[in-house]
Nanobody, 124 residues
């Protein structure tokens, strides 16, 4: 199994940037898992943000973040990153790291493990 711990959230002004990190650990090899990021804004359901295959060559983004966010992973460090640029107030949410054995994680039904979440708040 996999344990996921996010970090890097905080308060940022609109137009600014943040980089989230997700550190994975556990008995099962990190390399067998696709990784992803989801978010949940106040009063809304959790939504897909981005996902990356274990090899790093299959990446998908939600339309709302495409061109602004970049997901990457370093399997030697068991770490996944989410670089968030040109942040908007509507990006305000709790961001969750996710892992699963599916090739990509574009739906939370495909997620096997979740991180605890990290708050990202974007001010106007």
């Amino acid at each position: 199994q996999v344990q996921l711990v996010e970090s890097g959230g905080g308060l940022v002004q609109a137009g600014g940037s943040l980089r989230l990190s997700c550190d994975a650990s556990g008995r099962t090899s990190f390399n067998v898992y696709a990784m992803g990021w989801f978010r949940q804004a106040p009063g809304k359901e959790r939504e897909f943000v981005t996902t990356i295959s274990w090899s790093g060559d299959n990446i998908h983004y939600a339309d709302s973040v495409k061109g602004r966010f970049i997901i990457s992973r370093d399997n030697t460090k068991n770490t996944v990153y989410l670089q968030m640029n040109s942040l908007k107030p509507e990006d305000t949410a709790v961001y969750y790291c996710a892992a699963g054995r599916r090739s990509v994680l574009n739906n939370d039904r495909f997620v096997d493990y979740w991180g605890q979440g990290t708050q990202v708040t974007v001010s106007s």
